[in-house]
């Protein structure tokens, strides 16, 4: 898996989780939406984010290949 995660061009590491960051600034656009009209109270609470994480990188092994080698699986529950 390292050398896998270890892929410049398809992996980055970050310095800080921007997750939070970012749910918060899909709540604070989200509110503005329902004060401006466009959605009302119930579509607002159907689709606000809360709890958010970022994605989990798990390996799957590939049995049947010589060597075994790992499929990146990545879990995006409460993403």
Known sequence: MK???SDEP???RLTR???KARENSSIIYLR???HDGVIDEVT???IMPSGSRPGILCGLLEVHK???P???IV?????
Request: proline share 12%; glycine share 4%.
């Open 44 to 46: 607002l609470r159907e």
């Open 70 to 72: 790992f499929r990146p």
């Open 17 to 19: 989780n921007p997750t």
């Open 75 to 79: 879990s995006t529950v409460k993403t």
């Open 32 to 34: 503005k939406l329902k």
């Open 66 to 68: 010589p060597g075994c």
């Open 3 to 5: 050398l896998i995660i």
């Open 10 to 12: 398809k992996f980055k």
